[in-house]
């Protein structure tokens, strides 16, 4: 079984579910601004989402001064989380705790 870890400033938890490792994310590491909006998002997934839907790839490489390894890094993380992640069962734990 695929073991999923933080990674967030070093953190090294890890989760047998995805969902409780976004869950993690979302709720236990501060929320971080958009570099290229301004946006407050969470940080891990959400912020990875957001940079990529929200963004073009050029407006994040030139706020984040990421270079094309880092971009395609962080777009395989979004597509391997969507592929296994039960976003709205994510989401609606995110907003249990509120």
């Known amino acids: 079984m695929t073991r999923w870890m933080c990674g967030i400033d070093g953190d090294t938890a890890t989760f047998d579910r995805v969902e409780d490792l976004m869950t993690h994310q979302a709720a236990e590491h501060d929320r971080i601004e958009c570099k290229v909006c301004g946006t407050v998002v969470p940080d891990g997934y959400f912020a990875i989402k957001h940079a990529f839907e ?4 050029a407006e ?8 094309a390894a880092e971009v395609r890094r962080r777009e395989e993380i979004k597509e391997e989380i969507e592929e296994a992640a039960d976003i709205r ?9 509120r």
């Open 54 to 57: 929200e963004h073009s790839r």
């Open 60 to 67: 994040y490489v030139r706020a984040y001064e990421a270079s």
């Open 89 to 97: 069962e994510v989401v609606n734990r995110l907003d249990e705790s």
